[in-house]
């Protein structure tokens, strides 16, 4: 397998070239040298300017581009440009226009218009991926293959005839009988039963809650169906170029694709980062993107594809990144294990559709552009980080998430609506704020490299998947379970006799009954140490049978029951939440765990972002903050990663980051941080 490697970091940008004359692109060169760019991702949206009319191929632009780029000294990430058909193809076979869930098929003028399982866009498609790596593939620039753009970042699923009958290729090889598939979507309730396989369809609106199972299984095949069609690109371009890598920019917790079996098809996994600047705390929204990207490919490094120098223009109030925040999440990717930083896009657009989204080079001049001065600032600081490629994230704690169970869970009429993004990102916060690194795990992974796996809400648990969760506490790991967890099996079949029904032995509890709270509602619960935290959002009427009983439900008709247990389950231990606390009680709860677990942690003042990573000769110890007030750090053993001058105290004041060498048996536990002194 070819190994994207250019000796250094990737910094750089999208570069859409054909929306400016040829003066420009000189000028672009030359600014980008000054930036220290050495890798452009090029023609992702040239599809109508490649092949203006069907068949009818003008490359010599790209020709010139390329080679202008090649002599400053730039390398090339090339896109395979079929991300956004040209009107011509729209029109000319309209079937490629999906169909939305209420059946209205889409029209041109804006982007990403295709169908997955249209044959004329696949044919067009995987034609012009041919053309691009046949022309370019000895180009001494090209270093990477960009195939399409953001799959399913518009359209994730596709309703169309077409689409409905490759649901049904899809499902009969799934179940080979419709027996099998009656059964498994539970057709014998709301009679929903198929005697036909003609008379399957997707989940199209429709009166009530559609079949969830049907639903889960529809989502399961739209995932499929545009991997099916990213793997033709890819393919031509192995059978052409075997020597170049291949990657696609993914986009994090997207909902609609099944990124863990994506990956597999990568060379090396990439994404687009855009956390919001005006959000409660950005850098926790796109850590969670980067530690789940890295996880995505067991540990490798990757990279950070596009990010926005500033402001993007698709929320509906854009704020900007405040001066030193885009140098601190680039920084932060670094920690966590990206090899390059790239951002959309190289110069800002005046028209279209993106004409407000900041870029390297702006509206104004760059010598007037406090965005350009951090960018340029950035691209050379990169230059003297070119170590960081040997470092290695490694993570003895781990996050349980999975696209099937998501999907599961959001299927309608469920106990409450209960979205999971929010329970992962509060305790990913929370074991964050302990300093630990944290990987994301499938739950059908081997876990036995962790110390401690949590399931913030895994409410979909295969038979293979709880059974490796048993050998891993079994084996002596610690399992921390939240609530609403191993609901279902893999059909969205409950699990009957008492819910998890396939861990109950593990946690030495069951739940017999839910009890979701009204939304703003709240209960309290009392702890072993007489503490008092308020929950809210969930409980449950928990029976612990053989656990310990670590908090109780004060009142309600659960008062005096389990809310919080933990049981001894052969060398390790599960702990079990039947509620939600704050952040303050999860965190308490977290730490004891991972304490038991033997991971050591350190309580970090707000926003203080750390990471370990390892390197030949010892750890690298990232600190990076993002929060409100200064804070004073001190590392025993440490010294400066750059200089080597000893360095045991580093005062951090908002947005700044620091880089410490310290010895491979270091751990958290002997770092102490807090709030500086306010000097009087
Ligand atoms: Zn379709």
């Excluded at 997207?254 to 996994?269: H, I, K, T």
């Excluded at 990987?439 to 059908?444: G, I, M, S, T, Y």
């Excluded at 099996?489 to 032995?505: A, F, I, N, S």
Aim: negative net charge; contains cysteine.
């Amino acid at each position: 397998m070819p190994h994207f490697d250019l000796g250094a970091l990737a910094y750089g940008a999208d570069y859409n070239p054909e929306q400016w004359p040829r003066e420009v692109w000189r000028d672009d060169v030359r600014l980008m040298g000054e930036a220290g760019v050495n890798l452009v991702s090029l023609g992702i949206f040239s599809w109508a300017q490649l092949e203006p009319r069907e068949g009818q191929f003008e490359f010599g632009w790209l020709d010139e581009i390329m080679d202008l780029l090649h002599e400053g000294g730039v390398r090339v990430n090339l896109a395979t440009a079929t991300a956004s058909p040209p009107p011509w193809l729209s029109l000319a076979y309209p079937d490629s226009r999906p169909v939305t869930v209420d059946g209205v098929r889409l029209e041109v003028g804006a982007r990403q218009l295709y169908c997955p399982s249209d044959p004329h866009y696949r044919a067009l498609s995987v034609r012009l991926a041919r053309k691009v790596a046949e022309r370019y593939g000895t180009h001494p620039a090209l270093r990477l293959w960009h195939v399409n753009n953001e799959y399913g970042c518009h359209i994730d699923q596709c309703y169309c005839a077409q689409c409905a009958a490759r649901f049904r290729e899809w499902l009969r090889a799934r179940y080979g009988t419709l027996i099998e598939l009656n059964r498994a979507w539970g057709t014998a309730f709301w009679s929903q039963r198929y005697g036909d396989w003609a008379e399957v369809q997707p989940p199209r609106r429709a009166p009530s809650f559609p079949n969830p199972s049907q639903g889960l299984d529809w989502r399961r095949f739209s995932s499929d169906t545009i991997l099916d069609l990213h793997r033709a690109e890819v393919e031509v371009l192995r059978e052409v170029t075997p020597d170049i890598p291949v990657t696609t920019n993914f986009l994090g917790f997207l909902p609609g694709l099944d990124y863990f079996r994506w990956a597999q098809e990568e060379d090396v996994a990439a994404v687009d980062v855009y956390p919001d600047p005006a959000g409660a705390a950005p850098h926790l929204e796109a850590g969670m993107v980067f530690d789940l990207t890295r996880s995505l490919r067991g540990g490798q490094r990757w990279l950070l594809m596009e990010q926005a120098t500033s402001a993007v223009n698709w929320r509906e109030r854009n704020a900007p990144k405040r001066p030193g925040l885009m140098r601190a999440l680039s920084l932060q990717a670094l920690a966590r294990g990206a090899d390059g930083i790239q951002f959309f896009q190289w110069r800002q657009s005046v028209a279209g559709a993106e004409k407000y989204h900041s870029a390297l080079v702006g509206h104004v001049p760059p010598e007037r552009s406090r965005v350009w001065r951090e960018a340029r600032d950035l691209g050379q600081e990169l230059r003297g980080l070119d170590f960081l490629r040997g470092a290695r994230v490694k993570a003895d704690v781990a996050v349980m998430f999975d696209w099937h169970s998501w999907w599961a869970l959001s299927q309608a009429s469920q106990p409450a609506a209960t979205p999971l993004l929010p329970v992962v990102g509060a305790w990913y916060a929370a074991l964050r704020s302990l300093g630990v690194n944290v990987d994301f795990v499938h739950p059908e992974a081997d876990l036995s490299g962790y110390r401690a796996v949590t399931l913030p809400q895994q409410y979909l648990l295969t038979p293979d998947a709880a059974q490796g969760i048993r050998a891993f506490v079994q084996g002596g790991g610690t399992l921390v379970m939240g609530p609403y967890s191993g609901v279902v099996d893999g059909d969205d079949h409950v699990v009957p006799g008492g819910y998890p029904g396939l861990l109950q032995d593990v946690l030495g509890a069951w739940v017999e009954e839910w009890a979701p709270l009204q939304t703003g509602e709240a209960r309290e619960v009392r702890w072993a140490d007489g503490r008092v935290t308020p929950v809210t959002e969930w409980t449950e009427v928990l029976h612990a049978d053989g656990a310990e009983v670590l908090a109780t439900y004060e009142a309600d008709f659960i008062a005096g029951q389990p809310a919080v247990t933990r049981h001894a389950f052969g060398q390790g231990h599960a702990y079990y939440l039947s509620t939600r606390p704050g952040a303050a009680a999860l965190t308490d709860l977290l730490r004891g765990a991972l304490h038991g677990a033997d991971v050591a942690t350190a309580d970090l003042p707000d926003g203080l972002d750390v990471t370990l990573s390892d390197v030949p000769d010892g750890q690298l110890l990232h600190l990076i903050h993002f929060g409100p007030q200064a804070v004073t750090v001190q590392v025993p053993q440490a010294s400066d990663a750059r200089s080597g001058q000893p360095r045991t105290q580093v005062t951090l004041q908002p947005l700044e980051a620091t880089l410490l060498r310290v010895p491979a048996d270091f751990t958290l536990g002997q770092l102490v941080a807090r709030p500086a002194a306010v000097p009087t």
